[in-house]
């Protein structure tokens, strides 16, 4: 690969953001080494380990990574005969073993990832092993008196043996004279010997060895007699303690090479993970997706949502991303548009996502990103000048484009920033054209910028060249990052400098210079985008518009099912509420009739016992009423309902009193007539609201069934009943029929028309036979020829 392209495109410096997130200083340099390869196979398995790791990562988000010391030393001298490791370095040895231990339980399992292989197939558990080097090393590098039994033996005969030491200085210390002693003398030790402090006047009289002296030569640390001897049996257990140390130390060195080899591929496992790990973090920062790699340069470019690497890094605002397809047969883009525009960050992004995918590296992409496969990358971006080596600016990016021109085949990336700049602008636009050409004849991806306006007009059919621009906001003279292909941009200079202030003037005359080709240009480019804004804009209120339309369209479709799940739940309180009226209104009709009994039998004139029965059944029928009228109120808030439409025959109504809804039938005057099931009611125009009813059908109860919704006993006075039995099965007519008869007594009505029809007779004969066994039925009879005749039955009531 072209370490010149990699170096322009900034490649390392992006690898070392992704380095950061390795929890290893291996895994770190393992990133760093980090190329980009022209292997399909490679970069294709590389891509999938890393997506594995995104996987693990996401299943797992309490995993932390383990320790990963650096043992590399440690394990080159493994491999030297007779080698025997320090502490420290079995120590790092054991804690490879034991993130090695960790890191495989992790992996296997049910929710085993087969794309890391190559990473669960090196790892080892040698749990014996591991625990050996705990139990015997430490992280300070010391040795553990639990290495071995006589280890701890010995260090404990030192102990013993210091001990001693210090009593018997201690005890010579208090024999000797005041003068001789020194303020708070205690027993210390002076080069590996115990001493004691004494004032310099009474060393002949302590005599034995001085170790040390004080800073002002007071004081002396000496070592008398009597210590002498105990302290070369210290030493000499010391000696045995650092032989049975060196001992311990070659039998691990040796059991750790005897399993060198997995230790050696368990660290590389573990470094290799830890670098797959860094680059899963990092394509979760950039919220990037593995592309898909295809097998050369040859079948097109497509990126989706691609963003420059450093400035996902650099966390200043939004990244604006930017989607780029180029066919099979397209093989140059010519990418214009003004300066700060975007240009070079653009070309560097897309040399960036190619390289690092090449690598091993999921690049800021979205899905459907497909990348060819390039064997070389060129890249000719920035100021290159060089004093030292007498290059100009444009001398270096001529010695770049030469090199180019000489190396690029069909399987190499070119990008080329500010072409055929920094020379006559013919000669350069000249010069660039023919570059062009040549790369495009050898089929050269190629992706270049310029503000040139004679190689925005190469983009002719059967050219292979394209053109392109990055978008800018004329209206706030802003860029807007926005990548449009198939158009050239405009370069806007003279714009920018009217707004920077310069002299109307001056620009009217520059403008005049302009030629009139490039003018004629610079107008269509104009115009396109003036045209382009405002396509946009009506896009952005159609959407608007959209959005509100289903959000309202939501809106009334929660309305209307808030609507019908209250009716449902007021239909359904009603007939409850009617049942249990009527239930109570029996009970008191019942309890009426036995006391009227009980009054006969007492021997009470039976009008009176009559009487005082009704008057007790018209209370109670004014106690429902009263509690009714409650409830509506407290449901109405208070209100007495507003009028949703004028009540006109077959409109659907509820009646205030009741709650029960029905049908209009006819209206008279300032009362109206209202279907409720089989059963009619007559009641002022007032003591009914209407129901709106969009879209729904009028039907009587006789046709449409019995869904009226609950039936309520009307306010005395206001009803006229009569009930029609018609289409109901014997068992289905009783109910209704009692609840009739009820309400015929409760109002104290005369009689009660019962249509049942003619039919089989059926009916008509259960009918009768309630009618004989209620005592509170007069008489009944056949209805005249004008109220139906045989098949109406005229119930009688006497009054």
């Known amino acids: 690969m072209n370490a010149h392209a990699l170096d322009v495109l900034e490649f390392e410096r992006v690898l070392e953001r992704v380095a950061r997130r390795a929890a290893s200083k291996p895994g770190r340099a393992r990133i760093r080494a980090l190329r980009p390869s022209d292997d399909p196979a490679f970069v294709r398995r590389e891509l999938r380990r890393v997506t594995a790791v995104q996987r693990f990562v996401e299943d797992r988000p309490e995993w932390v990574p383990g320790v990963i010391p650096d043992v590399r030393e440690d394990l080159s001298q493994l491999r030297v005969d007779g080698a025997v490791l320090e502490p420290l370095g079995l120590h790092r040895i054991g804690v490879v073993l034991g993130t090695s231990r ?3 339980r992790s992996l296997s399992g049910e929710d085993a990832y087969p794309e890391l292989g190559s990473v669960t197939e090196r790892l080892v558990d040698l749990g014996e092993l591991e625990d050996l080097l705990a139990r015997s090393v430490d992280e300070e590098g010391n040795v553990s008196s639990r290495a071995s039994r006589e280890l701890k033996q010995i260090r404990d005969r030192l102990r013993g043996a210091q001990a001693r030491i210090v009593r018997k200085l201690e005890a010579y210390l208090s024999t000797l004279p005041e003068r001789f002693l020194v303020g708070d003398a205690s027993v210390t030790i002076r080069e590996g010997r115990y001493v004691i402090p004494v004032r310099r006047e009474g060393k002949g009289q302590v005599g034995g060895i001085v170790h040390d002296e004080s800073q002002t030569g007071a004081t002396l640390y000496i070592e008398p007699p009597v210590a002498i001897e105990a302290t070369n049996e210290l030493r000499s257990l010391e000696r045995e303690e650092a032989r049975e140390i060196r001992r311990i130390l070659g039998d691990l060195t040796g059991r750790v090479a005897t399993h060198g080899p997995s230790v050696q591929g368990t660290f590389d496992a573990l470094v290799d993970f830890d670098s797959l790990y860094a680059r899963a973090r990092a394509a979760r920062v950039w919220k990037a997706t593995a ?3 295809l097998d050369g340069p040859a079948r097109g470019l497509v990126l989706r949502e691609a963003r420059h690497p450093l400035l996902m890094e650099g966390g200043e605002g939004e990244v604006v991303p930017y989607d780029l397809l180029l066919d099979e047969d397209e093989r140059c883009l010519v990418v214009s548009g003004p300066n700060t525009g975007g240009k070079s960050v653009f070309l560097k992004a897309t040399g960036l996502i190619a390289a690092l995918a090449q690598s091993g590296v999921i690049p800021p992409v979205g899905p459907k990103t497909r990348l060819p496969l390039f064997r070389s990358f060129f890249a000719d971006i920035g100021d290159e000048q060089s004093i030292a080596r007498n290059l100009s600016t444009f001398s270096a990016h001529l010695e770049n484009l030469a090199r180019i021109v000489a190396d690029a085949d069909d399987s190499s990336l070119v990008l080329i920033d500010e072409m055929g700049t920094g020379t006559d602008p013919a000669e350069g636009a000249a010069l660039a054209r023919a570059i062009l050409e040549e790369l495009v004849a050898r089929g050269a991806m190629t992706i270049v910028s310029s503000h040139l306006g004679d190689l925005k007009r190469l983009d002719g059919e059967g050219s292979r060249i394209v053109n392109a621009s990055l978008q800018f906001d004329s209206e706030r003279m802003e860029p807007t990052y926005r990548l449009v292909k198939g158009r050239p941009g405009r370069s806007y200079g003279l714009a920018i400098a009217r707004r920077l202030g310069f002299s109307v003037d001056v620009l009217d005359r520059a403008e005049a210079y302009v030629g009139e080709g490039e003018a004629s240009l610079e107008d269509v480019l104009e115009r396109l985008e003036q045209k382009e804004r405002e396509v946009e804009e009506l896009l952005h209120q159609l959407e608007v518009e959209r959005a509100r339309t ?23 309180r009603a007939r409850t509420e009617a049942r249990q009226m009527l239930l109570d209104a029996r009970e008191e009709v019942e309890r009426a009739i036995v006391d009227l009994r009980a009054a006969v039998e007492a021997g009470a004139p039976l009008d009176e016992a009559a009487t005082g029965a009704r008057s007790r059944v018209e209370a109670a029928a004014r106690t429902h009423r009263a509690e009714r009228e409650r409830l509506a109120e407290e449901e109405q808030g208070g209100e007495s309902g507003a009028r949703v439409e004028e009540i006109a025959r077959g409109a659907r109504v509820r009646l205030r009193s009741t709650g029960a809804k029905g049908i209009v039938a006819e209206l008279r005057d300032d009362r109206v007539v209202v279907e409720v099931g089989s059963l009619k009611f007559e009641v002022a125009t007032t003591e009914v609201d209407p129901i709106a009813s969009a879209g729904q059908g009028t ?19 206001q009803a006229r009943l009569e009930i029609d039995l018609r289409g109901l099965r014997v068992d289905e007519m009783e109910l209704e029929l009692t609840r009739a008869l009820d309400q015929a ?10 249509i049942h029809g003619k039919g089989t007779g059926a009916l008509r004969s259960r009918v009768g036979e309630m009618l004989r066994s209620d005592g509170r039925v007069d008489d009944f009879r056949m209805g005249a020829p004008g109220e139906g005749g045989a098949g109406v039955t005229v119930a009688m009531f006497s009054k």
């Open 550 to 572: 289903e959000r309202l369209s939501s809106e009334v479709e929660g309305r209307a099912e808030t609507l019908r799940e209250a009716e449902r739940t007021a239909e359904d």
């Open 102 to 104: 960790s890191l495989l």
């Open 291 to 293: 592309p898909e790699i």
């Open 699 to 717: 039907s009587s109860g006789a046709a449409g069934g019995r869904s009226g919704g609950g039936w309520k006993g009307p306010d005395r006075g």
């Open 745 to 754: 007594v409760l109002e104290d009505l005369s009689q009660l028309r019962i």
